[in-house]
């Protein structure tokens, strides 16, 4: 009965060091990482009785039941788009997160089951500064659609993010890329002009830049006359 006692009382000891190592790990500011899956198989008792936490071990990439990886998640927020839950704010940009997902080699572009990647999500909430960096310092292709037929730039539109457009524009993004349903960007902020007052920014941004492309194209075939 001793025995049991005493070992219970060891064990209790255990597990307080093993929290107050796992606290101090998660919160310490000098910390380098944490264990992300301190189950008992992963906690070894040494031989002089200390404590030795194995498997720091963690997938970056790794996805959720909707095909999402952690980058696509930080901007996304949940399955409707509304709650993040790696940006509680989601009004702020998440770019810092980015950031450093990039810089631990996350796979940037890598879209879900429905198509939707992290660029598209930035293009849905109007992360200009998001989706500036994951088109030109992560390579996201400005011109890649959702398994539904909806470009960037028709999503950025059809909520009125003109910091969007012009973050793909500069990008050289197809604003005129048509969706599913035969609607190009220009028609989408004009058909939502009643429900978003920025949509008439995104219209006439719009507009001026098709007219420039044509002015261009119109330059390009007398030159070649």
């Not at 940037?108 to 198509?115: H, T, V, W």
């Not at 793909?168 to 028609?187: H, I, M, R």
């Not at 995104?202 to 070649?224: E, G, K, S, T, V």
Request: with cysteine; charged share 20%; glycine share 10%.
């Amino acid at each position: 009965c001793w025995r049991l006692l005493r070992l219970r009382r060891r064990a209790v000891t255990s597990l307080k060091r093993v929290a107050c190592a796992q606290g101090a790990m998660i919160f310490g500011e000098d910390s380098p990482g944490f264990s992300a899956d301190p189950h008992p198989g992963n906690v070894m008792v040494l031989a002089d009785g200390r404590l030795g936490l194995i498997d720091y071990g963690c997938d970056i990439d790794a996805s959720d039941d909707q095909g999402r990886t952690v980058a696509s998640m930080a901007v996304s927020g949940s399955h409707d788009g509304r709650n993040s839950p790696c940006c509680l704010n989601q009004r702020t940009d998440p770019l810092p997160l980015l950031r450093l997902l990039h810089s631990k080699g996350c796979n940037m572009a890598k879209p879900d089951l429905d198509g939707r990647t992290a660029a598209w999500w930035a293009s849905f909430h109007g992360y200009e500064h998001s989706l500036r960096f994951l088109l030109t310092s992560c390579g996201c292709n400005p011109n890649v659609k959702t398994r539904g037929g909806e470009s960037l730039s028709w999503r950025a539109a059809l909520h009125g993010h003109i910091g969007c457009l012009r973050a793909l524009a500069d990008s050289n993004a197809d604003l005129n890329a048509l969706s599913v349903y035969g609607e190009s960007p220009l028609e989408a902020a004009e058909r939502s002009v009643g429900r978003y007052h920025r949509q008439t920014g995104c219209a006439q941004f719009l507009r001026a830049h098709h007219r420039a492309n044509l002015i261009n194209d119109d330059a390009a075939q007398l030159d070649q006359n």
